[in-house]
């Protein structure tokens, strides 16, 4: 049996591969203009099903985070950045701090 498995096996050769110049990319607005999903994170807890089944309303979630803390930015669930809350034009809105 073994003698029958090595007559089997062949050497592969593959051939020697090429460097190539990058190409210039010409159409930049395609990829420029892909929307992706952008998130400010306050903070985040754990909790068994039952205390989720269980919220109600006035019920307090706590968090991980202090009041004080630079608050997570993410994109496409990737953490990227921290920042703090400011207030524009009535609304809540994050500075960016730090890039990661």
Not at 22 to 34: G, T, V
Not at 42 to 65: A, H, N, P, Q, T
Request: net charge negative; glycine share 4%; hydrophobic share 40%.
């Amino acid at each position: 049996m073994e003698t029958m498995l090595k007559e089997r096996l062949y050497e592969i050769e593959f051939e020697t591969l090429e460097k190539k110049p990058i190409e210039a990319f010409e159409n930049k607005s395609a990829i420029l203009n892909a929307k992706l999903d952008m998130s400010v994170v306050i903070g985040k807890c754990e909790k068994s099903i039952k205390d989720i089944i269980d919220l109600k309303v006035g019920d307090i979630i706590y968090l991980d985070k202090t009041v004080d803390e630079d608050l997570d930015i993410e994109i496409n669930n990737k953490n990227v950045a921290k920042g703090e809350t400011i207030k524009l034009d009535e609304k809540i809105s994050v500075r960016i701090s730090e890039f990661k």
